[in-house]
């Protein structure tokens, strides 16, 4: 079955903390990942996406991902932290040329100032 | 234009109403989405359509009913809901079901409450 799982449910990080959140999958084909981010009150945005080649995908505000195929993994990371990071993250798969994303269950992210 | 917007933002209707919700694209897009999100949940797809027409159907109770009338627009009505209704509804678009990169593109979401 198709899955998405991610690591860390809450994750606390004072501001300047480096920061790295657990995405791992379960799909049996050729694969499109993405991570949105969700701020309180706002709707899903998105982060970054790997759909091919190098596997080091960058996105917004500092962000980035690396896709590993042998470990079924899309990690992502971000140096240094601000409070405005604070926000739920949702990893997310779909199949290539599929209609279905599936979504992880989400990290909340408490950045302290 | 790269938005999809949805209305109203809040609803608050009783278990006998029928009200509908609203999304629009205007990207070209050809498929469009309706996921819920409960609270600190992640969102759950409930439907799909592509080219206008119903793709994917996760088992949504009948008081739920979906209607894309044109390529830009996609509705959701709703009837006889229950308290457990009560979500964050997404509408989503992407520019083809097929495309190998099938990123979408999310709308704000429609806040319902049911009492």
């Known amino acids: 079955a198709q899955s998405v799982s991610q690591h860390n449910h809450h994750v606390i990080l004072s501001e300047a903390a480096s920061l790295e959140l657990g995405c791992n999958y379960s799909y049996g084909g050729t694969v499109n990942l993405f991570w949105y981010v969700q701020y309180p009150g706002q709707h899903l945005q998105l982060l970054l996406k790997?759909?091919?080649?190098?596997?080091l995908v960058k996105g917004i505000k500092g962000f980035e991902a690396e896709f590993i195929k042998s470990k079924f993994s899309f990690n992502l990371r971000k140096p240094s932290v601000q409070w405005s990071d604070t926000a739920e993250y949702f990893c997310?798969?779909?199949?290539?040329?599929?209609?279905?994303?599936?979504f992880g269950a989400g990290t909340r992210l408490f950045v302290k100032a | 234009d790269t938005e999809v917007t949805q209305t109203p933002k809040h609803l608050v209707m009783g278990m006998t109403n029928k009200k509908s919700l609203k999304c629009e694209q205007h990207m070209g897009h050809r498929a469009m989405y309706w996921y819920k999100q409960k609270a600190k949940k992640p969102p759950e797809l409930m439907f799909v359509y592509s080219y206008e027409k119903l793709s994917i159907n996760e088992s949504v109770p009948s008081r739920f009913s979906p209607e894309c009338p044109n390529s830009s627009l996609l509705n959701l009505h709703l009837h006889a809901l229950q308290p457990e209704d009560s979500a964050l509804y997404l509408c989503?678009?992407?520019?083809?079901?097929?495309?190998?990169?099938?990123?979408?593109?999310f709308g704000p979401g429609t806040r319902l409450t049911v009492l």
């Open positions: 997310a798969v779909n199949g290539a040329g599929g209609f279905k994303t599936i």
């Open positions: 989503a678009s992407s520019h083809r079901v097929g495309d190998y990169n099938n990123e979408q593109f």
């Open positions: 790997y759909f091919s080649g190098d596997p």
